[in-house]
């Protein structure tokens, strides 16, 4: 099997002037994340940034 590789942003904390903050986003993220390592092993390479990780740089990085 070949390496799965998944990029993934979860954001919560959005500023009071774009949007509502959520409640569930990072932790959908490190479920998914937890479920892809459980099931991939080493062939899976996830990553994920989280908040105020999520900044335009590492998103377009990431994909």
Excluded: K, W
Excluded at 13 to 41: F, K, M, W
């Amino acid at each position: 099997m070949g390496t799965i590789y998944a990029f993934m942003a979860g954001v919560n904390a959005y500023p009071p002037h774009i949007a509502t903050p959520l409640s569930g986003c990072v932790n959908d993220v490190r479920a998914a994340r937890e479920l892809l390592e459980e099931r991939g092993g080493h062939a899976v390479a996830v990553r994920a940034v989280l908040d105020g990780e999520a900044t335009p740089r590492p998103v377009e990085e990431g994909v």
